[in-house]
């Protein structure tokens, strides 16, 4: 969630797939909010399985495309019109599965405690968490020590506390794919870059204390700008491409 520029939106889709897509899209929701009613209603709640978000605007970015569309939904049911090429391959072909969204865009590491007030889960259920970006926008990225190792504390004593496991903890993307050119902040390429990698770092040493890493920053290196839009946001793309980062992940564990 930095360094980027800013690019136009473009999913990616021909406008009369488009059309078709957005004339399906309402049959669609209503659709899974009938799945989600009758697996809480006729079945036990500790045979479904519950995905949980919490974090930033890489699991909350459904406001950046026209569909509303975000991670988590397509990792529980996908969008056969919109990504074919998932047909089958989201949690609701394997298992009775419902997703509990509490990730906001803006989110930073001290909105984690909050977000996760009240969760109540019986059955099996995994938690995908995004953090981080925002942390560096406001402060971090030009951190010379002291902050970076509270954000460190305040994420392993999160994680410690959350009622949810495992926990799929995401590293933090870089929308320039590297290259120090594209740098927007009023803070030098090295030194953003270098903090961005002590952030990951942190992430990558905590995740398997609590379930496991999610490599979002590797997946995303290998994309293009067509998956980010308004600078550091993901797309419509970019959404789905966060969802392949996790959905092994998130599979592995509901077939435990």
Known sequence: MLFGTTTARNDGLESGARRRCLQTLAAGTAVMALGAFRAS????????FTVLTLGDSILDCGRYNEY??????????ND???????????LSSFTPAQLDHRARDGGLVGD????????????????????????????????????????RQQLEAFLHTLPVRP????????PTFGD???????????????????INAIIAELAPRYGQLVDVHRHFLGGNPSWFTGTIEPSLRGASEVRAAFLPAVLKAARK
């Open 68 to 77: 509303g569309v975000h991670p988590g939904q397509l990792i529980v049911r």
């Open 80 to 90: 056969d019109c919109l990504f074919p090429d998932f047909k089958g391959r989201d």
């Open 41 to 48: 209603n006729s079945m036990p709640s500790n045979s479904v």
């Open 112 to 151: 984690l405690p909050r977000q996760a007030r009240g969760i109540r889960v019986t059955g099996p259920a995994v938690a995908l968490v995004t953090i981080g970006g925002n942390d560096l926008l406001v402060g971090l990225a030009a951190d010379r020590g002291g902050g970076i190792m509270r954000f």
């Open 180 to 198: 120090d050119s594209r740098n927007f902040l009023a803070v030098d390429a090295r030194i953003a870059r270098a903090n961005l990698n002590r």
């Open 167 to 174: 926990v799929l903890l995401g590293t933090v993307y870089d």
